[in-house]
């Protein structure tokens, strides 16, 4: 059991990032309204995720760390709705069986919560706590037990580039919850979670670029798309900066940042790309999420629609500007 766990957090965690982005996705699907994350080297020493959710019921606490013991969704129809983030049950037993978890647990109404400590995957204590509504998941040493992924890592820097990455699209994907990121006593984003889009963009960007932003507001049969994109101007070197979310759900479709990109016609140069955040709603059953789950990838049923839709929109919106 332990073995397999380690193998499937081969999957899962990677790095530092995939751990945060695994706790920070769990809080969001307990209904969290706050999430403090902090971090310490990169995640690699610790991570530790402290959310105001629903909290896990005291007799299921042991079970969230078995494989595929997953108290979400788990029909068809549901898999096509996507009502939570995580459904595959693998997050908690992966990352138990590479670290040293310590979480704390409580629910609205009980009179005391639930602590669990593992270590390399084995249970080593099991007690109650105090009953504060919410988790508290600390991961330490992350991969002590795996010294082929620690080796793999890159340097703290990038460790910590991906990591605000992760958050990046998290908060953008939910300006309704408030996210806290530290690195040591470094605060690296704040969200305010009051669900203004242009928010967000001003806690990554600064309030300055936010404000240079381009609102954009399309609807045909099909699609429905809110957001914002860069003036021309206001370019980076790379796409990362461009995140596309279809039903609340941050996505990595090549196509779709192409669609953007095309928008923009000559006006963007080559090899600069804009900063943007397109909420895209459409009818769930065109939309495969179960694809890639951990790489964000979807099927999409009128993919090609969809893509002159953003780039007829992002176009309109550039003429406009342009009057
Ligand atoms: P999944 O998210 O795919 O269901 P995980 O391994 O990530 O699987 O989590 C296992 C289970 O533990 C979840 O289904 C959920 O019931 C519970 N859980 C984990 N984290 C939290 C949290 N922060 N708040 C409430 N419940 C949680
Ligand atoms: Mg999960």
């Known amino acids: 059991e332990v073995l397999a766990n380690q193998i499937t957090a081969g999957e899962v965690v990677e790095r530092p990032a995939s751990v945060v982005k695994e706790l920070v996705e769990n809080a969001i699907d307990a209904h969290a309204e706050h999430i403090d994350i902090i971090v310490e080297d990169a995640g690699v020493s610790k991570i530790r995720v402290i959310d105001d959710g629903d909290g896990i019921k005291n007799d299921q606490v042991e079970l969230a760390f078995q494989r595929h013991a997953t108290s979400k969704i788990l029909t068809q129809r549901d898999l096509f709705h996507v009502a939570s983030?995580?459904?595959?049950?693998?997050a908690l037993p992966s990352i138990a069986s590479v670290s040293d978890v310590q979480l704390v647990t409580a629910q609205q109404d009980a009179s005391q919560g639930m602590q669990v400590h593992y270590e390399g995957g084995t249970l080593l204590e099991a007690g109650s706590a105090a009953a504060r509504k919410g988790t508290d998941v600390t991961v330490k040493n992350l991969f002590f037990n795996t010294?082929?992924?620690?080796?793999?890592?890159k340097s703290q820097a990038t460790e910590l580039a991906k990591i605000v990455e992760v958050l990046n699209h998290l908060a953008l994907s939910y300006p309704q919850v408030a996210l806290r990121l530290r690195h040591?006593?470094?605060?690296?984003?704040?969200?305010?979670?009051?669900g203004d889009l242009q928010q967000?963009?001003?806690?990554?960007?600064?309030v300055q670029q936010a404000r240079k932003m381009l609102a954009l507001q399309a609807e045909d049969n099909d699609f429905r798309l809110s957001g914002y994109t860069s003036l021309p101007e206001l370019t980076r070197a790379n796409?990362?900066?461009i995140a596309i979310l279809i039903n609340g759900r941050f996505v990595k479709q090549f196509q779709l940042t192409n669609a953007l990109i095309k928008g923009y016609g000559s006006k963007l140069m080559v090899g600069r790309y804009p900063i943007a955040a397109l909420q895209i709603e459409m009818d769930p059953t065109l939309v495969d999420v179960n694809v890639h789950p951990q790489k964000n990838e979807v099927r999409l049923s009128k993919e090609d629609e969809l893509e002159a839709f953003i780039e007829e929109t992002v176009r309109l919106r550039i003429q406009q500007e342009n009057l």
């Open 85 to 90: 983030l995580g459904f595959r049950g693998e």
């Open 239 to 241: 796409r990362s900066y």
């Open 184 to 194: 040591g006593h470094k605060e690296i984003l704040r969200t305010v979670g009051n």
């Open 200 to 206: 967000v963009l001003a806690a990554i960007y600064g």
């Open 147 to 153: 010294p082929a992924r620690l080796k793999y890592l």
